[in-house]
Structure formats: C-alpha cells, structure tokens
C-alpha cells in the first residue's frame, strides 16, 4: 500500500528514511528549516557523508517518489526526526520536537499517523499527544472518536556509517499510545524492513533506545576506566583488553577519548534527568566518559610542555571513524581546548571526511585543516582522536611522540 509520508528533519536520520521509503513505493516529502538541506535534497545530492545513501536519494528524487521542502504539508502519515539536544542540567530540549509538532498540527483532519523517531527521554510521546490534542480539541488520540489520530514511537536504532544496511536489516521496536497505533506504525516500517519489528507502549519503547545506549556508555566508561589505571601502572591497556576479552563471558569494549555523537554522550542523560536518585551507575559512567577528554589534553600538554611554539597535529575531529558526523565529538572538542590553551601552538586538524572546518574550530586563529602528509612533515606532537581508515592504512610510523587514543599506532615514538 502506497502512502504519503511527510518526513520531518532531513538529518542522518531522517534523509535515509525518507529515501528508503520512497524507493519502497511511498511517495514522501521530506521536511527541513535548513534551506541548505532542502536544496541538496532537491537535487539529488546528501548534505552529509553516509555510505550508500546518495545513490538512493537520487533514485528517489528521480522518479519523483521524493521531494523537500522548508514546511510541512497534508500527508497520510508523519514522521519525526529532528534533534533533541541537552538543555540546562542534560534536560532534554524538545524545543524541535514541539516545533515539528506545532508544523503538522494545522494539516491534521483526522485518520493520520504520526511516529515520532527522535530519541527522546520518557513521556515525550505523550507530551506530542498533549500538544495535539490541546491545539485541536476537535481531534482525539486515544482512540474514542472517529477523528483519531494516531501516534507511536519508533526510536531509530542504527549504526553511523551503516545506516542504509541497519534500517532494513536491524529488528525495530514500536511502541504506540494505543495498540492501534503501534500496529499502524508497524505496517510502515514493514514495507522496507527486513528485521522483526516488536510491539509495546510508547514509554518503553522511548526507555528502550536510551538503555541500549547507556549500556555502551557504561562498557565504554569501564575501558576508559581501565586505560587510566593502565596508564598509572605502565600497562598497555589494548594488550591488557584483548587478553580479558579472551574469556568466553568478557567483551569489554576499547577506550578512546571520550564519548560522542548524538546517542551514547546524550541518551544516557535522559535517564538521570528522569530517575535522578535511582540512576547513580549511569550517571558515574557519563561523568567517567566526559572527563576523559580533559585527561587527554593534559597528556598532549604535557608532551609540548617545553615547546615554545609547537605544532600540534590531532588526528580526526568527526566523533566516530569514516563518517563526517561531529556531534558532540570529543576529538573536535579537544582541539578546540588545545588551541585556546596553547595559543602559541599551531594546531593542524587532519579530518578526511570534510573539506572545511566546523564553526567551533574556523573562528580559531591557530587551528587549520590539514593533510596527514603535512602532519608527518611539520607536527612536533601527534594525537591520534579517531581512527579512521585513512589514519590506519597510512605508511606513516610517527617518530614523534604521539598521544594514540585509540591504539592504532601503538610501541611507536
């Protein structure tokens, strides 16, 4: 069955989405306030690297199955994708969440769907309800009237990188404010998904996806854990990982600097902020995770400490390996740090899936993108943040000292 989905947020979430509908047979509009978005969509191109998606994007808008605009329209079914940032204290903002909300709110008749996939802490399901039902009385989401709509949560669970893969092949989880809802959205996703897709209540479906991420940032901070008390004994904590994990039941994961992206540094959050006294192992692992970048500008500090004007190199700036994503990137914000503590250094940012500085480094004197070529040329001190294929197949044996967060080049200088 063929359906208009109107598609709200035009991100790493969102475009793969409607892309993957369209070329499933539904006509989709997607929706976005970046007007950049909208005309990259417009022509067929990503405004964002992700494996995979530009071929079916272009496929999409080709055949006319998928177009952008800035506003929202009539459809048979929405669905909300757009950012849900921190607000003060790791609150959620749902500031995007409401303002989508409030876009759809005057195109409703009665009979639609909306999913909200953002992730999202506890409750924001209902609070989308709320703000229907309060804006349009005439309207009912719980099933009692004829002019019903229907809403469910169907959190997105899919890998950076691989995300055209995970959609079709990953199990969903659906959870609707009524049954009925749950299984209008299922019939959605069951066009295009490959994977068993699971039943329940909107607040569970929401705990769901922020447990799947808080148990990762819990295995992480151990790592991270590990590799500082491996550091203080002279232990390599790759070596050290790699032998534990040789037990049947142990699969710790690697350590790294810090935690980024916008699921494993935010979900987490949204779980102390909504069970603040009972959340006290989730809130020990995120503030293990959001000092580790601190650790690491101390390390490369340390190492240019007698250095004038040194010239820093820090390898990779996107928060995980071969993708251009910067959210919430610990790579990107040590950096920063170290450019404006060290404002005598140079500071050369090598980053291969970007042609471009993000705003939070341009505005930053002594801060240039840079080639790994010229790094092993120029660089007195290396931090290796992400590793990236690039970094990983390079000939290059740093003779320098070298900060290796992630153990790519490990028993050099």
């Known amino acids: 069955m063929s359906l208009h989905v109107a598609v709200l947020g035009l991100g790493y979430i969102g475009l793969p989405t409607a892309a993957i509908l369209a070329t ?22 990503l405004p964002f690297v992700e494996p995979d998606l530009e071929s079916q994007v272009a496929e999409a808008v080709s055949t006319g199955h998928l177009t952008a605009q800035r506003h929202a329209t009539p459809a048979d079914v929405f669905i909300i994708a757009v950012p849900t940032p921190f607000a003060e204290g790791y609150a959620a903002d749902l500031s995007y969440v409401d303002a989508a909300v409030d876009g759809v709110i005057p195109h409703l008749r009665g009979g639609e769907l909306i999913i909200l996939e953002s992730t999202s802490p506890p409750g924001t399901t209902q609070r989308l309800a709320d703000r229907v ?8 989401t719980d099933g009692s009237t004829d002019h019903n709509i229907a809403i469910a949560h169907c959190p997105e669970r899919v890998l950076p990188g691989r995300v055209m893969v995970e959609l079709v092949e990953n199990d969903r989880i659906v959870g609707g404010l009524t049954p009925g809802a749950a299984a209008r959205a ?8 490959t994977g068993s897709i699971h039943l329940t209540d909107a607040v569970t479906a929401e705990l769901a996806k922020l447990t799947e991420n808080a148990f990762r940032d819990v295995n992480i901070a ?14 390599d904590v790759f070596e050290l990982i790699d032998l534990a994990n040789k037990h049947p039941r142990v699969n710790i994961l690697q350590p790294g600097p810090g935690v980024g992206g916008h699921c494993i540094a935010v979900d987490p959050w ?3 902020s909504a069970a603040p006294e009972q959340s006290r192992l989730i809130r020990t692992a995120r503030e293990v995770n959001d000092h580790k970048p601190e650790h690491v500008i101390g390390q490369v500090m340390a190492a240019v400490d007698d250095i004038r004007s040194p010239v820093i190199a820090t390898l990779g700036l996107a928060f995980k390996p071969d993708i251009d994503d910067m959210r919430e990137s610990p790579a990107l914000e040590i950096t920063a740090q170290l450019a404006e ?17 993000p705003e939070r480094l341009s505005s930053l004197p002594n801060v240039r993108l840079a080639s790994l070529e ?33 153990g790519v080049w490990r028993g050099t200088a």
């Not at 306030?33 to 005309?39: G, I, M, T």
């Not at 151990?222 to 232990?235: D, M």
């Open 24 to 45: 499933h047979g539904h006509r989709v509009t997607g929706v976005d306030v970046s007007a950049r978005h909208v005309e990259a969509v417009s022509q067929g191109r």
């Open 133 to 140: 039902r309060a804006a349009r009385p005439d309207l009912s």
């Open 186 to 193: 299922k019939a959605i996703y069951e066009s295009f998904c």
């Open 222 to 235: 151990f790592a991270n854990e590990l590799s500082l008390i491996s550091e203080r004994l002279g232990v």
């Open 270 to 272: 949204f779980i102390v």
């Open 341 to 357: 503590r060290l404002p005598a250094a140079t500071v050369l940012a090598v980053e291969p899936n970007v042609d471009m500085l």
């Open 374 to 406: 010229e790094v092993a040329e120029t660089a007195q001190v290396a931090a290796l943040l992400v590793d990236h294929r690039e970094f990983k197949e390079s000939r290059w044996t740093p003779d320098i000292p070298v900060i290796d967060t992630r």
